[in-house]
């Protein structure tokens, strides 16, 4: 079998950004931010409230323009060819972009219009994308008139209208229920398959591990950590994690008994103790409970843990 590849810019980089740096007033919201986007991959930015996530995100589409630092997309400088960039990316940003008083059809139409797609093309996009997304129980409803899940699918539909070479997601699936973020994760497994590259950002750290091959966490405007999510927790944490409620005076109580002290990360009441076997320490949890059980739940350590350790709670012995 003979693989024709298309084209590939600058040894399959799709995105590449060096040193960025964004200021808003007296916040720098991105601080010498450095990533590149390897073609077919889906990459995941993540971090807290605040971390600067959607800025790089609207640098590297071109709609905020950093103060230093260069973006390349598709190896074109954003800054210097914007239209050439974006007539080959799909985009859905934190705030919805849609004319409030077309219904979700016509804002399809309009938007594949704009990118240049004639009849029968149009409409065959248009109503692929409404049955997918299941659009089409809105009739002819003004989109101001639909649910708040609802616009953000048809904005995430949007974004799929001309095919994408590079698919940009800023927390695509808050507010869509549990069956369409499902439908949505495996479209994006599909778009990948077909060579599309996916960059996205969520705070929801179980979709990161699922669907990204790569994930960058950022605090404060920097990447902190890189990596595959499998590299991140073994890099950083012990393969189990027991989670229990717990005070501080009892965690010193019963940490007396174990040595040396095991990784742990406390949020508020919850505690989470990470070792490679966790067998030993659930005995230990049991005698010193003296038959009173208390719920503890045993599970494989996961990005939400690295997550919370890289970004800040209160840790011990944590990375
Ligand atoms: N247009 C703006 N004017 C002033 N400050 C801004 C503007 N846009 C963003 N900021 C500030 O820049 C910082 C980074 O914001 P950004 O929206 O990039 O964060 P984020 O990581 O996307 O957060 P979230 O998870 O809450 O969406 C924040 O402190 C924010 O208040
Ligand atoms: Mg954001």
């Given at each position: 079998?003979?693989?024709?590849?298309?084209?590939?810019?600058?040894?399959?980089?799709?995105?590449?950004?060096?040193?960025?740096?964004?200021?808003?007033?007296?916040?720098?919201?991105?601080?010498?931010?450095?990533?590149?986007?390897?073609?077919?991959?889906?990459?995941?930015?993540?971090?807290?409230?605040?971390?600067?996530?959607?800025?790089?995100?609207?640098?590297?589409?071109?709609?905020?323009?950093?103060?230093?630092?260069?973006?390349?997309?598709?190896?074109?400088?954003?800054?210097?060819?914007?239209?050439?960039?974006?007539?080959?990316?799909?985009?859905?940003?934190?705030?919805?972009?849609?004319?409030?008083?077309?219904?979700?059809?016509?804002?399809?139409?309009?938007?594949?219009?704009?990118?240049?797609?004639?009849?029968?093309?149009?409409?065959?996009?248009?109503?692929?994308?409404?049955?997918?997304?299941?659009?089409?129980?809105?009739?002819?409803?003004?989109?101001?008139?639909?649910?708040?899940?609802?616009?953000?699918?048809?904005?995430?539909?949007?974004?799929?209208?001309?095919?994408?070479?590079?698919?940009?997601?800023?927390?695509?699936?808050?507010?869509?229920?549990?069956?369409?973020?499902?439908?949505?994760?495996?479209?994006?497994?599909?778009?990948?398959?077909?060579?599309?590259?996916?960059?996205?950002?969520?705070?929801?750290?179980?979709?990161?591990?699922?669907?990204?091959?790569?994930?960058?966490?950022?605090?404060?405007?920097?990447?902190?950590?890189?990596?595959?999510?499998?590299?991140?927790?073994?890099?950083?944490?012990?393969?189990?994690?027991v989670?229990?409620?717990?005070?501080?005076?009892?965690?010193?109580?019963?940490?007396?008994?174990?040595?040396?002290?095991?990784?742990?990360?406390?949020?508020?009441?919850?505690?989470?103790?990470?070792?490679?076997?966790t067998s030993?320490l659930i005995e230990?949890i049991r005698?010193?409970?003296?038959?009173?059980?208390?719920?503890?739940?045993?599970?494989?350590?996961?990005?939400?843990?690295?997550?919370?350790?890289?970004?800040?709670?209160?840790?011990?012995?944590?990375?």
């Amino acid at each position: 079998m003979t693989l024709v590849m298309g084209p590939r810019t600058e040894s399959s980089v799709i995105v590449e950004a060096s040193s960025v740096s964004k200021r808003f007033g007296n916040r720098l919201a991105v601080d010498q931010l450095s990533l590149r986007v390897s073609a077919g991959v889906c990459y995941g930015l993540l971090g807290p409230n605040g971390a600067g996530k959607t800025t790089t995100l609207r640098m590297i589409y071109g709609v905020t323009r950093p103060d230093s630092g260069m973006i390349r997309v598709f190896g074109i400088d954003i800054d210097r060819d914007p239209r050439a960039v974006r007539a080959r990316l799909g985009v859905t940003l934190q705030q919805n972009a849609l004319i409030e008083e077309l219904s979700a059809e016509e804002n399809l139409r309009v938007f594949g219009r704009y990118h240049l797609l004639r009849e029968p093309e149009l409409s065959r996009r248009a109503r692929e994308l409404i049955d997918f997304f299941e659009l089409g129980s809105q009739g002819r409803s003004p989109v101001r008139q639909l649910s708040g899940g609802f616009q953000r699918r048809l904005a995430i539909a949007l974004s799929l209208m001309n095919r994408p070479e590079l698919l940009i997601l800023d927390e695509p699936t808050t507010g869509l229920d549990p069956a369409l973020r499902l439908a949505l994760w495996s479209r994006i497994r599909d778009l990948k398959a077909e060579g599309a590259t996916v960059l996205l950002t969520t705070h929801y750290m179980d979709e990161a591990q699922r669907l990204c091959d790569t994930v960058a966490i950022i605090c404060g405007g920097k990447v902190i950590d890189e990596g595959a999510p499998s590299d991140l927790i073994a890099a950083g944490l012990a393969r189990e994690t027991v989670e229990f409620d717990c005070s501080p005076g009892e965690e010193s109580v019963l940490l007396n008994g174990i040595s040396p002290h095991p990784q742990r990360l406390r949020v508020g009441r919850r505690l989470m103790i990470y070792m490679d076997d966790t067998s030993s320490l659930i005995e230990h949890i049991r005698d010193f409970d003296r038959g009173q059980r208390r719920s503890l739940i045993v599970r494989p350590t996961n990005l939400e843990d690295v997550f919370l350790a890289l970004t800040g709670t209160s840790l011990e012995g944590v990375l």
